[in-house]
């Protein structure tokens, strides 16, 4: 069955000078999908979507967007996206309704004040200033300026970034209760997390380049194992891993500095093994973890660096 | 649902409501002003003239002459030793000194004028009683021109003064402050037309700009006396072109600053010229001729005298034109030159 494209770019390249910020990106994105861009920061994320906003210009590459362009129908697509940019700040001395009745007033249709200010749970501070506001309800108000227009597509740059686990949460239903209305959004974060739980699709970002794409499930999967074991010893090691490779179900070893990490099939086959092998060697335990693996372990083994890590 | 109300409205709104939610700006626009007015309009206030204070220096028939020079109305003469007398004069609480004798000597600089006419009266005294006769008899007749105080120069240049101040601090501050808080580029995101938010600067510096002029023209009937002779229509329509050119330089000052920093000390610059040479304390006559073409062609300088002329001389409009022509001027090109290079992110 073909699929509607929301978003499509090409050969996206943009350069600051001798940086280079994103670097030949193509990108495909489905009408009623959310679709995330995972990677650290600096990754390109924001100069990529910021592009696919009409606010920044690439250097070279092809943006339609809506099955329109940007240069040509950018009246019509300003009405049709709703967005919300990485750090900005609202107006400080204006209330949580005229914000909102501010931006309500550049749409030509879209939902009523009341509404939105239901949608983002912001009524009881409808008649407070936005300097008055903690982090978490700034930033439903600024998603909450994204939605009053109703909007087809919606870009959100890193929604969560600095929240309470608490808020984080309630934008994250945000953000899914708006795609149960079979609309698009386009997200970037450095949460594998946030990732996981709204995204549909996710696309993982280095250095301005796209490394792997696919839904959560898939690029886990793609690991070629879905556990992580983590274990260190007692008085560290420095044997080479070649007797970890021969455990049997090891996909893959990881050293860390606390740690060492193997990718494995599965946990009831390879634990007892590497418990037996261990002893073997004469090696004491100091801990043994194990987890499903993330995105953040895929991220880990396309490019050997964590998420946070930047 | 659509759209509820004209977005040139709300943006209009929104710096209203940001502005009088901020009690400095309300301050500076508002309060200061009239607290310049009130202080200079003290200080310097048309009074009877105050007798000159002059001492006699403590000699023979010291006491006699001080008694004489006293009894001169516009004189008031003690008897002092030596050495007060010169301190005093040097401090400037004397106009003048003088030595009694065979030959009257007086201490006084003849570069103040205070001294200058205390040198005057005091002779005439001394000379009239070592009997000195005027063979002519004159009569005098006294006038006092409305609008020749001190508080009716100073109230139009206030005027001027504060349409430039809020004017170019007013937009200057809120552009800049919202380009770094990246609003600027949220702005841009929306389907907001960047000739509205611009405009709705302009709107709120008129809204503005009435209430300021009647605050201080306000002020200065009440508490001064001070009248508007010409038309309250002219002297408004000098107002908002006073006030479009100071809007259009604040964006123009504010149309790259990246930092708050950057546009203060950029209007900074483009303002104390005028606070100087415009005349809005004291008459740029004061300065020497090579001068006066630059302070002719600084905006304040026709604005303060175009409010002038309507206030104190109760001038029509058409004897203003080319004034207002130098003011629009000023607006047009800054105002144009600022769209054309404003970054917007």
């Known amino acids: ?310 | 649902m659509d759209r509820a109300s004209h977005p040139l409205l709300e943006l209009t709104r929104a710096r209203l409501m940001e502005f009088i939610r901020e009690p400095e700006a309300i301050f500076w626009v508002f309060v200061f002003p009239v607290l310049l007015a009130l202080g200079l309009g003290i200080a310097f206030r048309s009074r009877p003239a105050q007798p000159l204070r002059i001492a006699v220096q403590q000699g023979s028939g010291a006491a006699v002459l001080a008694e004489a020079l006293d009894r001169t109305p516009e004189l008031t003469a003690r008897l002092l030793a030596p050495e007060t007398a010169r301190n005093d004069l040097r401090t400037g609480k004397l106009a003048l000194v003088v030595i009694p004798g065979d030959s009257v000597t007086y201490i006084y600089d003849p570069t103040r004028n205070d001294s200058r006419l205390a040198r005057r009266l005091v002779d005439d005294a001394v000379q009239r009683a070592a009997g000195r006769a005027d063979p002519l008899a004159v009569g005098e007749r006294h006038l006092t021109e409305p609008g020749s105080r001190y508080i009716d120069f100073l109230i139009p240049g206030l005027l001027g003064l504060n349409l430039m101040g809020s004017g170019m601090w007013g937009i200057g501050f809120n552009i800049v402050q919202a380009r770094r808080k990246r609003l600027l580029k949220r702005l841009l995101a929306t389907p907001m037309r960047r000739s509205h938010y611009l405009l709705s600067f302009i709107l709120s510096r008129f809204v503005f700009m009435i209430l300021e002029v009647a605050a201080l023209v306000g002020f200065g009937w009440l508490v001064f006396d001070v009248r508007v002779h010409g038309s309250i229509a002219d002297l408004l329509i000098v107002a908002i072109v006073g006030a479009l050119a100071f809007a259009g330089l604040g964006l123009l000052a504010a149309s790259r600053a990246q930092t708050i920093e950057g546009v203060s000390g950029i209007m900074n610059l483009v303002m104390l010229p005028m606070w100087i040479f415009s005349g809005v304390f004291f008459s740029y006559a004061n300065f020497p001729d090579a001068l006066q073409p630059f302070i002719q062609a600084l905006p304040l300088t026709p604005l303060n005298d175009a409010l002038r002329a309507v206030m104190i001389d109760g001038a029509p409009l058409t004897g203003n034109l080319a004034r207002l022509a130098v003011i629009g001027g000023w607006g047009i090109v800054s105002f144009a030159t600022a769209l054309r290079i404003f970054r917007w992110q």
């Not at chain 1, 943009?14 to 600096?42: I, Q, T």
């Not at chain 1, 019509?76 to 209330?95: F, S, Y």
């Not at chain 1, 149960?180 to 696309?203: K, N, P």
């Open chain 1, 1 to 310: 069955m073909d699929v509607e494209i929301a978003l499509r770019c090409q050969g996206l390249k943009k350069r600051y000078g001798d940086v280079v910020a994103v670097d030949g990106l193509d990108l495909e994105v489905h009408v009623g999908e959310c679709f995330g861009l995972l990677g650290p920061n600096g990754a390109g994320k924001t100069t990529t979507v910021e592009i696919l906003e009409g606010l920044l210009e690439a250097d070279a590459g092809d943006v339609e967007i809506l099955g329109g362009r940007w240069g040509k129908d950018d009246r019509v697509l300003r009405q049709r996206l709703g967005v919300q940019l990485q750090e900005t700040q609202l107006a400080e001395k204006l209330t949580v309704e005229e914000t909102l009745g501010l931006f309500r007033s550049f749409f030509d249709r879209g939902r009523s004040v009341d509404e939105v200010l239901q949608l983002v749970q912001l009524q009881e501070k409808r008649k407070a200033w936005v300097s008055r506001l903690s982090g978490g309800q700034q930033q439903r108000l600024a998603v909450a300026c994204a939605l009053v227009s109703h909007p087809d597509l919606l870009f959100l740059d890193e929604p969560t970034t600095g929240l309470d686990p608490q808020s984080r949460r309630q934008l994250w239903d945000l953000v899914l209760d708006f795609k149960a209305s079979g609309r698009t959004v386009l997200l970037t974060t450095h949460y594998m997390e946030e990732a996981q739980r709204l995204c549909d699709r996710v696309a993982i970002v280095d250095h301005g380049k796209i490394i792997a794409l696919g839904t959560p499930a898939e690029l886990i999967a793609s690991l070629g194992a879905e556990h992580v074991v983590e274990f260190a010893l007692e008085h560290g090691d420095s044997a080479p891993d070649e007797w970890l490779r021969q455990v049997p179900g090891v996909r893959d070893v990881r050293r860390e500095r606390d740690g060492i990490f193997l990718t494995v099939g599965e946990v009831h086959r390879s634990v007892p093994a590497l418990l037996a092998a261990l002893k073997d060697r004469g090696l004491a335990l100091s801990r043994l973890t194990t987890h499903h693996a993330t995105l953040e372990d895929v991220f880990v083994a396309l490019t050997g660096r964590h998420l946070r890590d930047g």
